[in-house]
C-alpha cells in the first residue's frame, strides 16, 4: 500500500511538473513569434523581451529537469510496487497451497483419529473394566499416555531404570497383577524385552 501511494503521489507530482511547464513553453513560443515576426519596433522593448525568452528557456530547463526527477522516481517506484505485488502474489499463492495441504493433512488426521478410536474401542473392550478405567485417569497426567512398556529394566514413560527391589517386585508378581512405575506412576506392560 505504503509503495502504491508513493506511485500515486508522484504521478501527481509529474502533472504537477507538466502543468508548470505548459504555461512556460506557450509564453516563450508567443515571445519568440513577437520577435521573429518584427512587431516589436522599440528596441529597449525588444531587448527586455530577449532577456525575458532567454529567462523563460532557463526558467523551462529547470522544469524540465526537475520533471525528469519526478520520472525517474516515479519509475523507479512503479518498479518497486510492481515487485511488491509480484511477491505479495507469489507470498499469497504460496499461503494458499500451504492451507489446502494443511486442511489435506488435517483431513488425513481426523481420518487416522477415527481409525485409532474404533481401533483402541475395539481393544479396549478385551480388558477388564477396572484397568481401563485406571488407564484413562492416568493418562492426562502423562501427556496422553497411561501406560509404557517395560523394557531392559528401565520404564519407556519416563525413561528411568528401575532398582533393583522394584524389579524383583515386579519379577515375583503375577502374570495378571498391574504394575505401576514407581517414578511415573504409568502402567508397566512387561514383554519378553522387560529384563524379568
Same mark, same amino acid.
Given at each position: 500500500m505504503a509503495?502504491?501511494?508513493?506511485?500515486?503521489? *508522484? #504521478? *501527481?507530482?509529474?502533472? +504537477?511538473?507538466?502543468? &508548470?511547464?505548459?504555461?512556460?513553453? #506557450?509564453?516563450?513560443?508567443?515571445?519568440?513569434?513577437?520577435? =521573429? !515576426? =518584427?512587431?516589436?519596433?522599440?528596441?529597449k522593448a525588444?531587448? =527586455?523581451?530577449?532577456?525575458?525568452?532567454?529567462? *523563460? +528557456?532557463?526558467?523551462?530547463? &529547470? /522544469?524540465? &529537469?526537475?520533471?525528469?526527477?519526478?520520472?525517474?522516481?516515479?519509475? &523507479?517506484?512503479? $518498479? /518497486?510496487r510492481d515487485r511488491l505485488e509480484t511477491a505479495v502474489s507469489e507470498l499469497r499463492t504460496e499461503r494458499e497451497a500451504l492451507v $489446502?495441504?494443511? !486442511? #489435506?493433512? /488435517?483431513?488425513a488426521l481426523d481420518e487416522q483419529a477415527r481409525e485409532a478410536q474404533q481401533?483402541?474401542?475395539q481393544r479396549a473392550g478385551g480388558l477388564p473394566a477396572d484397568l481401563l478405567a485406571l488407564y484413562d485417569k492416568l493418562r492426562p497426567g502423562h501427556g496422553g499416555v497411561g501406560a509404557?512398556? *517395560?523394557r531392559?529394566?528401565?520404564c519407556t514413560g519416563c525413561q528411568l531404570e528401575l532398582n533393583a527391589a522394584d524389579l524383583r517386585g515386579y519379577a515375583a508378581a503375577?502374570?495378571?497383577?498391574?504394575?505401576?512405575?514407581?517414578e511415573c506412576g504409568r502402567i508397566l506392560v512387561r514383554t519378553p524385552n522387560s529384563g524379568l
Open positions: 509503495a502504491q501511494v508513493a506511485v500515486s503521489d *508522484l #504521478e *501527481l507530482e509529474q502533472s +504537477k511538473a507538466e502543468a &508548470d511547464l505548459t504555461p512556460v513553453r #506557450e509564453r516563450l513560443v508567443r515571445n519568440q513569434k513577437r520577435i =521573429g !515576426d =518584427g512587431t516589436v519596433a522599440d528596441p525588444l531587448a =527586455g523581451l530577449v532577456d525575458e525568452v532567454e529567462h *523563460l +528557456k532557463k526558467r523551462i530547463s &529547470d /522544469l524540465e &529537469d526537475n520533471e525528469l526527477e519526478v520520472m525517474q522516481r516515479l519509475e &523507479d517506484a512503479v $518498479a /518497486l $489446502a495441504r494443511r !486442511d #489435506e493433512q /488435517l483431513v481401533e483402541r474401542a509404557a512398556e *517395560l531392559a529394566r528401565r503375577a502374570d495378571d497383577e498391574v504394575l505401576r512405575c514407581e
